[in-house]
């Protein structure tokens, strides 16, 4: 029996995807309490702080021509795209599933203010706009108030 190219890559390409190495996702979804709520804004913040600077060396590459440039450009788009995506990642797949509770009184306030980072950082993918880096910055930092730095 002989198999086709098509069969091939696909028997390939399956492969690929099994052995490829995943960074593992450390949000367990169960309450063992070793996160510190605290450290993930500070992390969400560093977050902005690197898409800024991939905004800013875009913005300094966006004129030149040469073959390095442009490839840096794209470093410095995929640095960008890799941190927002950080950011929706943590507010949905920890704050929103693990610290925003229908119980809590201001339910409503904190679900808008963690979706405000989400939109956010969804629109800082999309553009290179350092203004909405900025309000990304601001809608992150309005999240602090529900997670203060306590001592362990």
Request: charged content about 25%; some cysteine; overall charge neutral.
């Amino acid at each position: 029996m002989r198999i086709g190219k098509k069969t091939v890559f696909l028997m390939l390409f399956a492969l690929a995807v099994l052995v490829t190495p995943r960074p593992a996702s450390a949000h367990c979804q169960i309450p063992c309490g070793i996160y510190d709520d605290h450290a993930r804004v500070m992390s969400m913040l560093e977050d902005v702080e690197t898409v800024k600077k991939s905004v800013t060396e875009m913005m300094a590459l966006a004129d030149k021509t040469d073959l390095q440039s442009r490839q840096q450009f794209v470093r410095w788009v995929n640095n960008k795209e890799m941190h927002a995506q950080k950011i929706i990642a943590t507010i949905s797949d920890y704050f929103l599933t693990q610290r925003v509770k229908p119980s809590q009184e201001d339910y409503a306030e904190r679900l808008a203010k963690h979706h405000a980072v989400v939109l956010l950082a969804m629109k800082a993918k999309q553009t290179a706009d350092l203004n909405v880096v900025e309000q990304l910055g601001a809608a992150v930092q309005a999240l602090e108030m529900y997670y203060p730095e306590h001592t362990h």
